[in-house]
């Protein structure tokens, strides 16, 4: 069985869920379709200028947003589009 996930836009952006424990990055965008998901990542403070690092990757994404812990399903993260920090 595979996925198909963003690793990479052709601006560079990368989804939440294909960075590693231990990346970081600033939200650029949220992508997410079901307006709902959208309206409670923007709650949260997920969005763009935010600073994020991802901590965990299993059994979901556990990220730091600015200095709130957050913990997601991965098609919540793949929604989430990253400019990684060089």
Known sequence: MSSVRLVCSSD??????SLA?????????????NRG????????GVTPGASVRVLQMFPGVVFLCDQTE???????????LVECAS
């Open 21 to 33: 424990a231990g990346e970081s990055g600033v939200v650029r965008s949220v992508c997410a379709k």
């Open 70 to 80: 957050l913990a997601v399903e991965r098609a919540v993260a793949d929604a989430v």
């Open 12 to 17: 560079g952006l990368r989804s939440l869920s």
């Open 37 to 44: 998901r959208f309206e409670r990542l923007v709650a949260l």
